[in-house]
């Protein structure tokens, strides 16, 4: 009898083993949900695209209220004017969009994400067409696993249908604040539309469509960096959705009529409402995640089932690491708020707000350059006079024409050679004014001597009224 044969093991095939670099996106079916968060979240949509659509078909003093006139330099809102030169308007605006964030995340997490945040607020409306045609979310699903028919195609090209139209729209209106919008729609209607205003309308189109129709919570997941640094904003005062664990556990199925204490089972009836509701489909229940943008529609969707089942309300709720452990009532909570590093963002946050305020109200609408020829200075050495040549570059940053004066001062018997006064100033516009400066020689030193320019903006409506001054400084060369 022979011997069993052994295998030799060395010569067996290795099996191997493959591991994916990124996880296979899975499509996200949010569930419909009510509630007093849903209500908020429905609110700022509709405040952000009323200011948004509605911005720039409004009309100030004639032209459109809101326009960021690129070709001509020009930053018209509502009243205001801003010009290259007010850039640090703009520097200050951001510093308090960052102050703000900083603050909000502090206080209460992700607010902007959950509520205000252009992703957020179109997809909600992107899911809400969808809801409209392909129904709520069993009905979605069933549709995109069922094989492909008439019915189905029908749906999927009027779903699509309308977020392409919503999509232009949004790219139209986004280039009506850089284009008058009435312009760019009579152009959009007669196919004359520049090549970078039918970029910008396609280009914006298509990210809205793709963003928020497509990409939805990977946008939020992977693509914006706040989602990664936001732990460095939070304390364990900082308010987030949470999930009560000591109140919810053990979690279990159970009926309405049943004594679930007795069972040993915690509030948490493992329906799973909370993952359904989620727009990026993470169990809150395992605790903050970075994928959570705050927009606590698993508040919404727990409380209504806490409401059937009778049991109180908050199992998911705003609370605190500090008041989950500690057991906080809401006023403690509230207290906390009011933190150093709150207190320290919001004095910083006002004080930057007040100085902007301030220094707005007080902004002369007029700005003057004075630029000197250095090249040009016109003497004679038998003459007892020196002529120096400047330009002066004049700015009249309201819309309204004015006429203005100007003056020069700074040496005995130095006057002015130029055009006749006073210079008329169409409304928001700029002009160079060439001057030729006459002074005695015997009237300073030689080199450079400090003279100074007035440009008055008078009303001959009412001369009494005291006119708007600028006075700039200038030197005087005398060879």
């Not at 304390?235 to 009529?257: F, M, Q």
């Amino acid at each position: 009898m022979d011997a069993p044969v052994k295998l030799n093991q060395s010569a067996a095939p290795a099996e191997t083993a493959e591991q994916a670099l990124y996880e296979v996106r899975k499509k996200i079916y949010p569930r419909a949900v009510h509630g007093d968060f849903a209500a908020w979240r429905w609110t700022f949509v509709l405040l952000t695209q009323l200011v948004f659509y509605g911005g720039p078909w409004l009309t100030w003093n004639g032209r459109q209220a809101v326009l960021f006139d690129l070709a001509a330099r020009k930053f018209y809102i509502f009243g205001l004017v801003f010009w290259p030169q007010d850039i640090v308007y703009l520097t200050v605006l951001l510093i308090i969009c960052a102050y703000s964030l900083f603050l909000f995340t502090a206080v209460a997490g992700r607010l902007w994400c959950g509520f205000a945040c252009p992703q957020t607020v179109y997809t909600e409306i992107f899911m809400w067409i969808e809801r409209k045609v392909e129904g709520e979310r069993l009905a979605r699903m069933k549709l995109d696993q069922s094989p492909l028919t008439a019915r189905k195609l029908a749906l999927k090209a009027v779903k699509h249908g309308l977020w392409i139209a919503l999509a232009l729209w949004t790219g139209f209106t986004f280039v009506g604040f850089f284009t008058p919008i009435r312009t760019l729609g009579h152009e959009v209607l007669t196919f004359t539309t520049g090549p970078w205003e039918t970029f910008w309308i396609l280009f914006y189109g298509f990210a809205t469509y793709g963003n928020a129709g497509w990409m939805r919570e990977q946008v939020c997941k992977y693509m914006c960096p706040y989602a990664r640094f936001q732990s460095v904003m939070f304390d364990s005062d900082t308010l987030i959705i949470s999930y009560d664990r000591e109140r919810g556990e053990p979690r279990g199925a159970r009926g309405k009529s049943v004594d679930y204490k007795a069972k040993g089972l915690g509030d948490c009836v493992d329906c799973g409402i909370c993952v359904q509701v989620c727009p990026t489909g993470i169990d809150i229940r395992n605790g903050l995640q970075y994928e959570c943008i705050g927009c606590a529609a698993c508040i919404d969707g727990c409380d209504q089932v806490m409401e059937k089942m009778g049991y109180p309300k908050g199992l998911i709720r705003y609370s605190t690491e500090n008041a989950l452990k500690g057991h906080y009532r809401v006023d403690r909570i509230l207290k906390r708020v009011f933190r150093p590093r709150v207190l320290l963002y919001s004095g910083i946050l006002w004080v930057i707000i007040i100085a902007a305020l301030v220094t707005l109200y007080e902004r002369v609408p007029l700005k003057v350059d004075v630029i000197r020829d250095r090249g040009n200075v016109m003497h004679d050495a038998d003459e007892p006079e020196v002529q120096n040549v400047y330009r002066l570059q004049v700015m009249n940053t309201q819309e309204t024409a004015r006429d203005l004066r100007i003056s020069v001062s700074g040496l005995d018997g130095i006057e002015m050679k130029s055009e006749p006064q006073p210079i008329h100033m169409a409304p928001a516009s700029s002009r160079m004014v060439p001057l030729r400066i006459e002074a005695p020689r015997a009237s300073g030193r030689q080199g450079s001597n400090r003279i100074h320019f007035t440009v008055e903006a008078v009303d001959p409506a009412h001369p009494a009224a005291a006119p708007l001054k600028v006075v700039e400084k200038a030197t005087f060369v005398i060879p």
